[in-house]
């Protein structure tokens, strides 16, 4: 029998970037019924943890488990890029192919491109070729990737000026705002919980309900 169950992909750059830009969007995928694969690039190294690297690293990637498990996954895969010093790599960009070619995702999710923060753009770069590059018949020996309905850029640090969609999250928004606090040692540094949900209320009001994510196609 045909499932119509859907399958999300989101590529975040940091740990807490998969929650603040779709983590709404995810969670009522996945009551719906859909699953969802969650790929952090960086280490998340430099996080104002005090502590060796490993320490922080460990505690981000703990974070991050517990966050993903309240929006209802477990599917993680963490890619260790060092953290604000991403660089556009052509084997980073088959690293997110792979997982695109393996996952064969219905939807796509990935920051938007005038992301003040440099490691969001690279991300958006990086995923914009992986994304290219599966859909191409450049690749010879290689299987393409026709299943993907729609690639979402999401916002994060820097909002967007227009957007394609906006996605309801008011059932949802205690469910988000729980899996952002699990990043407890984000938390402790800004205030995530108000500016994420203030985002959300205000892009709520635009469209018509309580609270939104926004999305770039
Ligand atoms: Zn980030």
């Not at 729980?178 to 540094?189: F, T, V």
Request: hydrophobic share 35%; glycine share 8%.
């Amino acid at each position: 029998m045909h499932s119509n169950k859907s399958k999300h992909l989101v590529i975040a750059p940091h740990h807490d970037d998969e929650i603040i830009g779709c983590g709404g969007t995810i969670a009522k995928a996945i009551q719906n019924g859909d699953q969802a694969r969650i790929i952090i690039v960086t280490m998340g190294e430099f996080s104002g943890i005090d502590g060796s690297i490993e320490n922080n690293v460990d505690i981000r990637e703990k974070e991050c488990r517990r966050a993903c498990g309240i929006i209802g996954t477990q599917d993680i895969h963490f890619l260790k890029e060092k953290d604000r010093d991403l660089t556009y790599r052509r084997d980073l960009v088959e690293k997110v192919m792979m997982h695109i070619d393996e996952y064969e995702p219905d939807y796509v999710y990935y920051p938007h491109s005038e992301e003040a923060d440099r490691d969001h753009r690279i991300v958006n770069e990086v995923t914009g070729e992986a994304l290219f590059l599966s859909r191409s018949h450049f690749l010879r020996n290689k299987k393409r990737t026709n299943r993907i309905k729609r690639c979402l850029q999401y916002e994060v640090w820097t909002p967007l000026t227009t957007y394609q969609f906006a996605c309801d999250i008011s059932g949802v928004i205690d469910q988000k705002i729980e899996a952002l606090n699990a990043y407890k040692s984000q938390g402790a540094i800004l205030h995530l919980e108000n500016g994420v949900k203030g985002l959300n209320a205000y892009r709520g009001m635009q469209a018509g309900t309580d609270f939104a994510e926004i999305f770039k196609f």
